[in-house]
């Protein structure tokens, strides 16, 4: 009896020592030091309740996008935006390490631009409602991952540190970080959204003026390993999203956040739970999905990195 029991035991252990070993246990971000250095009450309020087709966003419905201009160092030029990035507090950007790392070398990071929804105009309107003015800084510093490319395409994260502290109104808010249960969801068979000016028509390469979205699926991971193993192992840093036929993040939107809304305490907020990082070169021409920096595997890192 007493052996028996002993067995009993012995395969109760065992049974819990594989159930445990195969779950996930993600650290408690919210002790970290710096976690109230993020804006928790103000974060991931939408006013409204790279880019392959998608429809034109409202104003304020993504109030934390920011674009990232280059200039030319050798010559006068006006800032040409080919990145997007995330307001996540009053001084920090956060978008993909190639928009920080891949520059030509005669170009430079000149301008963060907030606050944007119709590029051609100086303050945007619809109906009687107008927004604020854009918000422009310069970077003071770059932190790029340190592990970087290796190996490649894997930690496509990055932050800009701005010069002064952003305004928040109805049309610049920072989004707000993942946390709890949250760092260890996969998101698998769930929908999310993402945003940008980049190009939206293939035929011929336009992009748009006015910030668009689309909402796309994220799908096993299995997907984008079968797509890109010539180029890259696909692992659990990184999200697969995508592949609908004419709906795609593209040219343009690179460092662009992939977001889900998520109701806390009552009140929907969105979070940010993928950066854009690459995908076909004929975004949105085939199902090939788009490969996604998956923020949950990186919220120490920011937090690491970040001060007053």
């Known amino acids: 009896m007493r052996g028996r029991s002993a067995k009993s035991i012995f395969l109760i252990l065992s049974f819990l ?8 246990f993600a650290p408690d971000v919210r002790r970290h030091p710096n976690w109230n250095l993020l804006d928790h009450n103000e974060c991931g309020i939408s006013l409204a309740d790279r880019i392959i087709g998608g429809t034109n966003a409202t104003m304020g419905q993504y109030p934390w996008l920011a674009r ?3 200039i030319d160092n050798n010559m006068y030029s006006h800032p040409v935006y080919k990145c997007g990035g995330s307001l996540i507090n009053k001084l920090y950007v956060v978008t993909a390490a190639h928009c920080v790392d891949k520059i030509p070398d005669n170009s430079i990071i000149a301008i963060i631009r907030l606050g944007e929804h119709n590029s051609l105009t100086e303050i945007d309107c ?31 994260i990055a932050l800009i540190r701005l010069n002064r502290p ?15 249960n949250q760092l260890t969801k996969n998101y698998r068979g769930s929908v999310a959204e993402v945003a940008g000016w980049g190009v939206y028509n293939m035929n011929p390469p336009r992009s748009s003026y006015t910030l668009r979205y689309v909402r796309l699926p994220v799908v096993d991971r299995e997907i984008c390993t079968t797509y890109f193993q010539k180029y890259a192992d696909i692992g659990p ?22 977001v889900k809304a998520e109701a806390q305490h009552d009140i929907p907020r969105y979070y940010i739970i993928g950066i854009v990082s690459f995908g076909a070169r004929r975004c949105g021409a085939t199902e090939m999905p788009g490969v996604y920096t998956r923020m949950a595997s990186y919220v120490l890192w920011i937090l690491n990195n970040i001060s007053n």
């Not at 020592?17 to 996930?24: D, F, Q, R």
């Not at 004419?246 to 343009?252: I, L, P, V």
């Open 68 to 70: 990232i201009g280059y």
């Open 126 to 156: 619809e109906g009687d409602v107008c927004s604020a003015p854009v918000q422009d800084f310069r970077p003071v510093s770059l932190i790029i991952h340190k592990y970087y490319g290796k190996p490649a395409y894997k930690n496509d």
């Open 17 to 24: 020592y594989i159930v445990l070993s195969k779950k996930v």
């Open 237 to 258: 840093t990184q999200l697969c999203v995508g592949g609908v036929i004419g709906e795609d993040s593209c040219g343009g939107d690179s460092g662009g956040p992939l």
């Open 166 to 180: 952003a305004i928040f109104n109805g049309w610049v808010q920072p989004i707000c970080l993942p946390s709890g």
